[in-house]
């Protein structure tokens, strides 16, 4: 079956530097895929649309400068927290969809703790 | 604009008894998905089971079965039999059709089964 992988499951980071997040769909191609921010015991969040060869789409309230999204190819998205704060500490999630199936596939998630 | 409820934050059931969890949705769109995943304490989105909306019967997979009521645009969750292993949050969600792969998410409720 379809798999997403994402790095790193876990990092931590100091106050004001930038951290990337890898999101690899495995065995297919993926043109378009989602980043999902979730709060401890919340919802998951829409961030942002990550579309393959262009600018990602950002829901209302994102920071597009801030949560930088790069799908350079169709297999990687990588999302990056620019100058973290600890604020911006919180469950990511990626996710991507194959053509002609139904269901996103989400990768394990990685949690960022911003000291 | 589309929009996912679920009005339980927990709720609670006696292993190998039948549970329902509820969920209502409201889009314009007449072509939309639902869905339902699962998520443990690990992170990890798992899916569960998918109702299309033009779907004439009510979806199943193994101990889950998706109630869809379209005119009370409802989709509510039945897990039957539950193990303890059936402990988690599970998450509502639903796509429009207009929106590609785009999912929207409602804000959960945690199973908690007791032996």
């Known amino acids: 079956g379809a798999v997403v992988s994402q790095h790193p499951s876990w990092v931590i980071c100091k106050s004001g530097t930038s951290v990337k997040i890898e999101c690899r769909s495995l065995?297919?191609?993926?043109?378009?895929m989602f980043w999902y921010r979730q709060f401890p015991k919340q919802s998951l969040m829409l961030m942002a649309t990550?579309?393959?060869?262009?600018?990602?789409?950002?829901e209302q309230g994102v920071e597009k400068d801030k949560f930088l999204i790069n799908h350079a190819s169709l297999t990687l998205s990588t999302l990056t927290v620019t100058s973290a704060h600890p604020e911006d500490s919180s469950f990511y999630i990626c996710?991507?969809?194959?053509?002609?199936?139904?269901?996103?596939?989400f990768g394990a998630g990685s949690r960022l703790t911003v000291l | 604009a589309q929009k996912i409820t679920q009005t339980q934050p927990g709720m609670f059931v006696q292993e190998k008894e039948a549970v329902t969890l509820d969920c209502t949705y409201d889009?314009?769109?007449?072509?939309?998905?639902l869905f339902w995943y699962k998520q443990p304490s690990s992170g990890e989105m798992i899916f569960l089971i998918y109702?299309?909306?033009?779907?004439?019967q009510n979806a199943t997979e193994g101990r889950y079965s998706l109630n869809f009521q379209k005119a009370r645009k409802s989709a509510n969750l039945v897990i039957s039999a539950s193990q303890l292993g059936d402990s988690a949050m599970y998450f509502c969600a639903m796509r429009e059709s207009t929106g590609g792969f785009k999912t929207i998410f409602g804000a959960g409720t945690r199973l908690f089964v007791k032996a």
């Open positions: 109702q299309g909306s033009y779907d004439q």
């Open positions: 065995d297919f191609q993926a043109t378009t």
């Open positions: 990550s579309n393959e060869g262009s600018k990602a789409t950002y």
């Open positions: 996710s991507a969809g194959i053509s002609g199936a139904n269901v996103l596939t």
């Open positions: 889009t314009s769109d007449p072509s939309y998905g």
